[in-house]
């Protein structure tokens, strides 16, 4: 029995918390959106006409103690309890509500008594929380495992309804469940002419590529070209046990690339399998570097950061080429976010791979700053100090998943994940507003 299209209503706007935490286990990106729906679209598999307006973002660090739970969590090499796991699932989903205050106060979140003269300024009120939650293992076609338990998290937050758990639904459906930033990229940002690839760059690399001619069945394609800032992170650990990450690329400035070990790095199954693909911590780990390390023993030290930065520059590159030559010759743009826009090192170095690989020095590089103001409409957000809208772009991201999931709306894209269909992303734990959210979006 075939059902007949569900109309999604345009309706009053949404304050949706967008949260994410990448495998990098650095900080907890909070992004408060206002969200609505411009038009009455009928779920069609159509993408809605949305209004986003970027109130409020923030990031709230891990704490040292936590960090390093998360990172041994996430480590393959290691065995962990079902206890230990269900401990963490609450914690993390504890630790998720209390960084969603901390941004949504005018003043910080103090472990002791409360700031009287912060509690007396007005909050952000938000209405859903839209929780990515910390991907400890990701293993499609089969599963992915991210904790950050949606009923402590909302507890923790002062009960507001959350949607949580939103990859195993793409997956469901014969997906990939990744990248889901490309449904942001597929609704909003979508180019006027020519071809233009969106490239975060975090703990991981993936890349969204969008034509601006639509009636062909595979114009948009999306994937997981590898490793981000993973690699170059352990790397610079390994060189310096102070270091968190290879800062302005200072490291790598300093090495030579080892091309023997990056010709067999590069050499690597999964940098050759075709689009749409999707990887892990769990496959670019420290344990696949140190294998590496054990078959070119003398390369170490900033040689190794500046070999692994080299290895994510043209593993990004070579992404770009396994798709069909019509759209990759029609690349006019490459829009970089994430952290690993930070790196200056990187930056030029995939530059570089891009015009060597796609053979043409005519591509422009911007980071999506630019690209994000005119979507995300953030003319008066407050922003952290020393954060860009690059840096809140995957906490917005799941604040639109969470919208469209409240709504009823699908929030997949099967060209880029590979799913027989899209579907409807995410599971809702109800908070005490439950009923006035659902009673909104529907009487709207």
Known sequence: MTEAPRSCQKGQSLNVCGLMSGTSADAVDVAIVRCKFLDDIC?????????????????VQWSNEDKELLLRLMNPELKVSLRELGRANVLVGTRLGEAVRAVASPGPITTGAEDA????????????????GQTLHHDPPYSTTQIGDPAALSAAAGSITTVADFRMADIAAGGLGAPL??????????????????????????????SAHTSGPHSDYALDTGPGNCLIDTAARMCDATLQCDY????????????????????????????????????????????????????????????????????????????????????????????????????????????????????????????????????????????TLSDAKEAIVFALLGFLTVNGHVGSVPACTGASHAAVLGNITPG?????????????
């Open 43 to 59: 779920s069609t598999g159509q993408a809605p006409r949305v209004h986003l307006e970027l109130l409020k973002y923030g990031e």
């Open 117 to 132: 003269e912060a509690l007396s300024k007005p909050h952000i009120h938000i209405d859903v929380i839209a929780s990515h």
């Open 181 to 210: 930033t490309s449904t942001f990229d597929h609704m909003l940002l979508r180019p006027i002419a020519g071809v233009q690839v969106f490239q975060n760059i975090g703990g991981l690399a993936n890349a969204t590529i969008l």
């Open 432 to 444: 005490k507003n439950f009923e006035s959210v659902m009673l909104t979006q529907r009487d709207a």
């Open 248 to 387: 302005n690329g200072l490291l790598a400035a300093r090495g030579k690339v080892h091309h023997g070990m990056l010709d067999a790095m590069l050499g690597y199954e999964y940098f050759h399998r075709l689009p749409p693909k999707t990887t892990g911590r769990e496959v670019f780990s420290g344990a696949w570097l140190r294998q590496w390390m054990h078959a070119f023993p003398q390369v170490g030290g900033c040689d190794l950061v500046a070999t692994v930065t080299e290895l994510t520059a043209i593993s990004i590159a070579r992404g770009y080429t396994l798709i069909p030559n019509d759209i990759r010759d029609a690349i006019t743009h490459v829009v970089v976010s994430g952290g690993g826009a930070r790196n200056p090192v990187l930056m030029d170095r995939l530059q570089a791979a891009v015009s060597r690989e796609l053979h043409t020095d005519a591509i422009v590089f911007l980071t999506q700053d630019a690209v994000l103001q005119d979507v995300c409409h953030s003319e008066n957000a407050i922003m952290q100090e020393g954060t």
